[in-house]
């Protein structure tokens, strides 16, 4: 059974800083890029950031660039996003996504179930 279990989500201050973590089982990782998007409320779903099985290539949106950072521990089956000098329009649900032999984590072949992130005073 795949499963992508997110944690780290929560509040967190203007100018904060958050850790996201993506568990995942029930499929080959090393061979699955594995990527976030975000929806936030009354917003498109945005592909946010995401990383390739072959060589760990990254992609960030330029909403995001500088500020979060994404990368695998294939040993662990986890990805993570570092999430810098965060702003309130970061706030929004995050997904982690994995798709097959991806180099840019569109249209996924799995989802996760989503963790909330809060960025408020």
């Known amino acids: 059974q795949v499963q992508l279990v997110e944690s780290g989500g929560g509040l967190v201050q203007p100018g904060g800083s958050l850790r996201l973590s993506c568990a995942a089982s029930?499929?080959?990782?090393?061979?699955?890029?594995i990527g976030w998007f975000r929806q936030a409320p009354g917003k498109e779903r945005e592909r946010v950031s995401c990383?390739?099985?072959?060589?760990?290539?990254?992609y960030h949106a330029d909403s995001v660039k500088g500020r979060f950072t994404i990368s695998r521990d294939n040993a662990k089956n986890t990805v993570y996003l570092q999430m810098n000098s965060l702003k309130p329009e970061d706030t929004a649900v995050y997904y982690c996504?994995?798709?097959?032999?991806?180099?840019?984590?569109?249209?996924?072949?799995?989802w996760g179930q989503g963790t909330q992130v809060t960025v408020s005073s």
């Open positions: 990383i390739t099985s072959s060589d760990g290539s990254t």
């Open positions: 029930g499929f080959s990782f090393g061979y699955y890029a």
């Open positions: 996504v994995s798709r097959l032999y991806s180099s840019s984590c569109s249209n996924p072949d799995y």
